[in-house]
Structures are given as structure tokens and as C-alpha cells.
């Protein structure tokens, strides 16, 4: 229904100018994320969503120093410390998941262009020692696709799915695993001849520490995205708590990391106001991933992912998130209210 009503808005949208969106809407602070760049055939992201060219994505950043100028968390601090009132249209640039192309393909571009950005980082597989169970499924359903089951193999994998209450008809079954089950994939990989640690060893999908460090020595920032990337919902909050702060002192300790700043795996939504009272001590900014929001917790700023299916580039999302935000105010569904 959202996803519905966004292309359709985003048609009119596309009309309008920015500084008209932005002026109705009074938010001069965007939050672009993205998680990576690459003309590659990523296979371990490719079916989570699309990938943005090295051209999609200079295009995408032409927009935003167009319209918004360019800040790091050092400004986000003060402004929502100090709650100055922004005067001219800022955007603040992350990326998520720690995946090599920050490093390789983004981080050039970005030095080059002047731009800072935070990098948000799940300490488990920092070294490539581990995977999120998202891109194991992405793996999996790419082998299946192209080469076809044997009879067997599939009698094998309708097994192992029935086992756990799920039915399997295609590949994309596999995108329904969530972080509850995700041992369903460990389980999976070796029927359809998939190895996950040889796949992390040829590909290397994540920063390493050197690499990290140098991004560092760059000027990016380096912010927390949890240990191993679970779905907070589904987490008691003593996990949750425990995942953040664990991903924090890590990046403190192995880094020397004294910027605070953590973003949500998956999404912040129904996170109770309790959790962030608890990470307090530990986490000074976080950042969620509703789209162009508001949240009744100042310390927390909703970021816009910016690898949208169905969108080509950076000027239509922002330009639908800005329609979009001022129709939510007229029903006064633009903030986010979290219960204790
Ligand atoms: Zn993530």
C-alpha cells in the first residue's frame, strides 16, 4: 500500500522543484544510506536489493551537492545538541553493512568529491569470519536459479523447509527466512553445493581491519550496526542492548572509535523507549531506516534508504520522500511515537 502510494506521488513528484518540497515540508536535513556500489554482479546482495552503478551513483551524488550541502556527524551532534534550526539543506551520507565497496569503489569517490560519510559496521564480520543470513539467502537463491535441482535436491530442500513449518515453492521462499531461523541456511547450503566460508574467502564481501583503519585515517567516520545483524523487533531488549553495546566497545577498542554513533540493522520500529534509555551511556547519535520521519527521540534520525526497486535515482526517491512526508504531516503520521 506504501510502496503503491509512493510511485504514484513520486509521478508528481517529479515535477515539482526541491526547494519548494523542502520549504513545505521545513526538514533542510535529509539522510541518504545506501549499503553499496558496485558495476559488479554482487550475488551475495543481488537479490535484497538493487545495486547502484559507480554512474548511478555519481549521478545520485550531482543531485545532492545541487541541492543540500554536505555534513558529517559532527554537525548532526550540534544540531541536535545545541537544537539549532538548520538553514539551508544539509545532507549526511551513510552507508551500511561494512561491505568492502565502501572502501574500494565509494571511498575514492567521496575523498575526491569532498564529501564525509559514516560507515556503519557489524563487528561479527568485520575480517569476513561471518555473514548476514540475508546475503547467505541471497547465495543460495542465485545457485538455485541458475542451475537447476535435481529431483532429489528438491525433495531435499522441501524437507528441511517442511521440518520447519515452511512451505518451499521457489528460490525466492528463501528471502522468508528471517533471523529466528536463519540456521535453515547453514542447513541448506551444502543440498544445493554452496559453502559459505569458501564464498566469504574467494569474495571477501566485507571490510578488513586494515581497510577499516585506512577509512579511518581518510576521515570517514566508523559507526556500530550491531555484532551479527539481527532483526531488533524479534530480540528480548536485554539482547538488543547487549548486541549495541558489544558492537560499540569493539569498534572503541580495536579502532580507538570515540565517535558514538549507531545505526539500527534492519529497522528501529516498535524499539521501545526503554532500549534507548539503556544504550544511553554508550551511544550518542542513532539512526533508523523509516524514510524522511521524524522521531519523538531527538538522538535518534531517520535515514532514507536510497536502493529503492522500481526507482533509477537519487532526485526521484528524495523528491517522493519530501511529497510523501507532507501528506503524512496533513494526517499526522510524519513522526515516529514509541511506547515505554
Ligand atoms: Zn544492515
Known sequence: MKVLLKKTLSKSAKILGLDLLTGLANQRLFL??????????????KYLYPVPTI??????????????????????????????????????????????????????ILVHQGIPATCFINTAF???????????????????TRKELSAGQKKAVT?????????????SDLLRITDQNKEILDTLAPVVGVCF???????????????????IQQGFSIGG????????????????????????SYLADNFNIQERLFSFPHTDFNVKKTFFDKIRDHVDLSFGT??????????????????????????????TEYLYFILKRVVGKHKIHRSW
Open 197 to 215: 566460508a569458501e564464498y566469504l574467502a574467494t569474495h571477501q564481501p566485507y571490510l578488513t581491519t586494515n581497510q577499516i583503519h585506512e577509512l
Open 32 to 45: 541518504p544510506f545506501y549499503h553499496t556500489v558496485s558495476d559488479d554482479d554482487l550475488v551475495h546482495v
Open 55 to 108: 554512474k548511478r551513483f555519481k549521478t545520485d551524488l550531482d543531485f545532492l551537492l545541487k541541492n543540500f550541502k554536505p555534513v558529517s556527524y559532527t554537525f548532526l551532534h550540534d544540531y541536535v545538541k545545541n537544537k539549532n534550526a538548520i538553514a539551508e539543506n544539509c545532507f549526511f551520507l551513510s552507508f551500511d553493512d561494512g561491505l568492502r565497496e565502501f572502501y574500494d569503489v565509494v571511498a575514492p
Open 126 to 144: 568485520i575480517d569476513n569470519r561471518d555473514m548476514f543470513f540475508r546475503m547467505k539467502a541471497s547465495i543460495l537463491i542465485d545457485t538455485i
Open 159 to 171: 524437507g528441511i523447509f517442511n521440518q520447519h513449518n515452511l512451505t518451499y515453492n521457489s528460490a
Open 225 to 248: 550496526h550491531s555484532v551479527s545483524h539481527p532483526y531488533y523487533p524479534m530480540l528480548p531488549e536485554e539482547a538488543q542492548v547487549k548486541q549495541t553495546v558489544d558492537c560499540l
Open 290 to 319: 523509516a524514510g524522511l520521519k521524524l522521531d519523538l527521540l531527538e538522538t535518534n534520525l531517520q535515514r532514507t534508504p536510497m536502493e529503492v526497486p522500481g526507482y533509477s535515482s537519487a532526485e526521484e526517491i528524495v523528491k
